[in-house]
């Protein structure tokens, strides 16, 4: 008995994100606080110098679908809408140093699939990385390819979500022979990055709405089906939450659309607000599949 609650002890609590060690805090903070510092040097330097002017300038330069002024002659041609990209990054720093944390802590047969394949946690956050920086990057420059670049982003953290939420429901493919069974994280992994790089390739003949939308239902019956697999196993309100702020992020940027939110000088934007909810809700949704306590 006591070695049973050990091991439950051992696999359970401390997979969680309050207690993770401080220097996971201090790498994910002190990265971001270093990037973000690098970035205001970055406007103060070219605040008002047009070093976009030489690309192909995309529809939101001429005919912006949302509210903020554009200062066409700037590095940053709308500043909330690309400052506010800084959410995805904080949220992918901050699950690549939990990816760290879990390959040196080496977690024990049982413990939740999320801390056992740390490799997973390090393509969630590469993918919000990614996000942040091309979604920050069409904001900033509202260049053709900048947009291009965003839409397909928007795809990899969901991506990433639902081959983490996969991998968790089959984490092991029997081979037979001596090997027995081999991990799907591969798999899994280079899937997501394969239909990522199509999506971007083939962004101009495809309705970014319908795909979005497709991958976000594929996401929600993969957590679907863990609850029905483990009811137990999940933390179901950090879905819930996860979905709220989905929710609250359409209705911002939906309200910003149709000019109802702030005037184009607020240093609060609709879409602002769209970047900083789905980051949460995509966070929520990496806590609640995280929140797996194992076998």
């Given at each position: 008995?006591?070695?049973?609650?050990?091991?439950?002890?051992?696999?359970?609590?401390?997979?969680?994100?309050?207690?993770?060690?401080?220097?996971?805090?201090?790498?994910?903070?002190g990265t971001f606080?270093?990037?973000?510092?690098?970035?205001?040097?970055?406007?103060?330097?070219?605040?008002?110098?047009n070093v976009w002017?030489?690309?192909?300038?995309?529809?939101?330069?001429?005919?912006?679908?949302?509210?903020?002024?554009?200062?066409?002659?700037?590095?940053?041609?709308?500043?909330?809408?690309?400052w506010s990209n800084?959410?995805?990054?904080?949220?992918?720093?901050?699950?690549?140093?939990?990816?760290?944390?879990?390959?040196?802590?080496?977690?024990?047969?049982?413990?939740?699939?999320?801390?056992?394949?740390?490799?997973?946690?390090?393509?969630?956050?590469?993918?919000?990385?990614?996000?942040?920086?091309?979604?920050?990057?069409?904001?900033?420059?509202?260049?053709?390819?900048?947009?291009?670049?965003?839409?397909?982003?928007?795809?990899?953290?969901?991506?990433?979500?639902?081959?983490?939420?996969?991998?968790?429901?089959?984490?092991?493919?029997?081979?037979?022979?001596?090997?027995?069974?081999?991990?799907?994280?591969?798999?899994?992994?280079?899937?997501?990055?394969?239909?990522?790089?199509?999506?971007?390739?083939?962004?101009?003949?495809?309705?970014?709405?319908?795909?979005?939308?497709?991958?976000?239902?594929?996401?929600?019956?993969?957590?679907?089906?863990?609850?029905?697999?483990?009811?137990?196993?999940?933390?179901?309100?950090?879905?819930?939450?996860?979905?709220?702020?989905?929710?609250?992020?359409?209705?911002?940027?939906?309200?910003?659309?149709?000019?109802?939110?702030?005037?184009?000088?607020?240093?609060?934007?609709?879409?602002?607000?769209?970047?900083?909810?789905?980051?949460?809700?995509?966070?929520?949704?990496?806590?609640?599949?995280?929140?797996?306590?194992?076998?």
């Amino acid at each position: 008995m006591e070695s049973t609650s050990a091991a439950q002890e051992s696999c359970g609590p401390d997979l969680k994100i309050n207690r993770l060690p401080l220097w996971v805090h201090g790498v994910a903070w002190g990265t971001f606080a270093a990037l973000t510092l690098l970035l205001v040097v970055v406007f103060l330097t070219y605040r008002d110098v047009n070093v976009w002017e030489s690309w192909r300038a995309g529809k939101g330069l001429r005919n912006s679908s949302y509210t903020e002024a554009i200062y066409e002659h700037s590095v940053f041609r709308t500043r909330a809408n690309t400052w506010s990209n800084l959410a995805y990054v904080f949220v992918g720093l901050y699950t690549i140093a939990i990816a760290v944390y879990d390959r040196r802590r080496m977690w024990p047969k049982g413990s939740g699939y999320i801390a056992q394949t740390p490799v997973m946690t390090g393509l969630f956050g590469a993918a919000c990385c990614y996000l942040g920086f091309a979604s920050g990057l069409m904001h900033a420059s509202l260049t053709r390819w900048g947009q291009q670049l965003d839409v397909a982003s928007m795809y990899a953290p969901i991506l990433a979500l639902i081959a983490i939420g996969i991998g968790a429901l089959c984490p092991r493919v029997p081979v037979g022979g001596r090997v027995g069974s081999l991990p799907t994280w591969p798999v899994l992994a280079g899937l997501t990055i394969v239909i990522d790089t199509l999506l971007y390739a083939y962004k101009w003949s495809m309705s970014s709405t319908i795909v979005l939308t497709t991958l976000i239902l594929i996401l929600l019956a993969v957590g679907g089906l863990h609850v029905m697999r483990r009811p137990r196993g999940l933390a179901v309100r950090w879905c819930v939450i996860s979905i709220v702020a989905l929710l609250a992020a359409v209705f911002f940027r939906q309200i910003d659309i149709a000019g109802r939110f702030t005037g184009p000088d607020a240093w609060l934007q609709g879409h602002t607000l769209w970047h900083i909810f789905t980051a949460t809700s995509l966070g929520m949704g990496y806590v609640y599949f995280r929140s797996e306590r194992g076998v």
